[in-house]
């Protein structure tokens, strides 16, 4: 095989190879970039359920084949954030948006309402909430309430406990730490507020 002959393969084998990572770098960004963009759009669809079940006070499925319901929207004000809440925490409800966690009070009522959504979609938000700050909340019934930030934490998924017998209503957002992972963990950040009376 002479000089030139291969030199011309090498060239052509680079250039099936960047053509190759080139490809794999597009589908991995673009796959990265379906997740928000689907999270997105199936909060329009949610946003759209909740104020029917508000206004006719029967709950309503998002999609036809949808294994949740709606049950209140949250949003923070400073940060320019909201999303509809949903009833269950399976795959499908997680990937949608928030869940009010089963066994927790529900928005306005006595109790702690726990809220949990992905730490790269609904509630990235929460590494830039401050203390103070106001997050507003509402329920199946459609009534907005302010709610004040007492603190955040870091605990063991195993060891998060909320407080019992509250007399008020109080939220617990939670999601996974580190923010910025791509890696599952036993770690989560919970920011924690109450009832604002003011």
């Known amino acids: 095989m002479t000089h030139t002959?291969?030199?011309?393969?090498?060239?052509?084998?680079?250039?099936?190879?960047?053509?190759?990572?080139?490809g794999f770098g597009i589908a991995t960004t673009a796959?990265?970039?379906?997740?928000?963009?689907?999270?997105?759009?199936?909060?329009?669809l949610l946003e759209r359920a909740y104020d029917r079940s508000v206004e006719t006070q029967?709950?309503?499925?998002?999609?036809?084949?949808?294994?949740m319901t709606t049950v209140g929207k949250i949003s923070h004000p400073r940060l320019k954030q909201s999303a509809i809440i949903l009833s269950a925490g399976s795959y499908e409800a997680?990937?949608?948006?928030?869940?009010?966690?089963?066994?927790?009070a529900k928005i306005g009522e006595a109790g702690t309402s726990v809220i949990a959504a992905h730490r790269d979609t609904h509630f990235a938000f929460l590494k830039d909430v401050r203390?103070?700050?106001t997050i507003r909340?509402?329920?199946?019934?459609?009534?907005?309430?302010?709610?004040?930030?007492?603190?955040?934490e870091v605990v063991e998924a195993d060891e998060f406990t909320i407080p019992e017998d509250l007399?008020?209503?109080?939220?617990?957002?939670s999601t996974c730490y580190p923010f910025g992972s791509v890696r599952g963990g036993t770690k989560r950040y919970v920011v924690h507020a109450i009832a604002d009376k003011g």
């Open 5 to 22: 002959r291969r030199n011309t393969i090498r060239r052509r084998l680079a250039y099936t190879a960047c053509i190759a990572l080139c």
């Open 31 to 44: 796959s990265s970039a379906a997740i928000p963009l689907e999270a997105s759009l199936k909060q329009l």
């Open 58 to 67: 029967v709950k309503h499925k998002p999609w036809a084949w949808a294994d």
């Open 94 to 104: 997680m990937r949608a948006g928030p869940t009010l966690m089963g066994g927790s």
């Open 131 to 133: 203390v103070g700050d």
């Open 137 to 152: 909340a509402s329920g199946e019934d459609g009534k907005a309430r302010a709610y004040r930030v007492t603190h955040m």
């Open 167 to 173: 007399p008020e209503n109080a939220l617990a957002l």
